[in-house]
């Protein structure tokens, strides 16, 4: 067995496949947004989910402020979309269609499936925040999901 070090646990958690979403918020600068892979259903009463965000994104920081973030559920062919979130200090929103939510939220074009909440608890935990969101809306369509394994975006098979 090798030692457990951080590259070691990445590589290991790695193996766990995950699904991909964009958080995004209307903040008074404008949209903004970033890609999280650490995201789940927490509770159906009160409908709810949790995510993971670090604490060093700007564009998380930015989210917060706001109080209210979209959650974009992201469509097998979503890859680059999901990188160009993934960036720091790209112009995320740059020929993105997008539609507001009911709470101004962007809802990113083509996405499987779109929520939107009102963010109820952020914790700290190491480098990143977990945050938990109350939501009250949600839409889906047709597709399937683009997911994370080991270090690279799928489709399933």
Known sequence: MSPFDRDRCREVLGHFVTGVVIVTALTPEGPAGFTVQTFGSLSVEPPSIFLSASTASRSWARVREVGVLGINILRDDQGPLARVFATTGADKFAGVAWEKAPHGSPLLAGALAHLE?????????????????????????????????????HELA
């Open 117 to 153: 909440g009102a963010i109820r608890l952020v914790t700290n935990h190491g480098d990143h925040d977990i945050v938990v969101a109350d939501l009250d809306y949600a839409e889906t369509s047709s597709g399937e999901p683009l997911v994370y394994y080991r270090s690279e975006f």
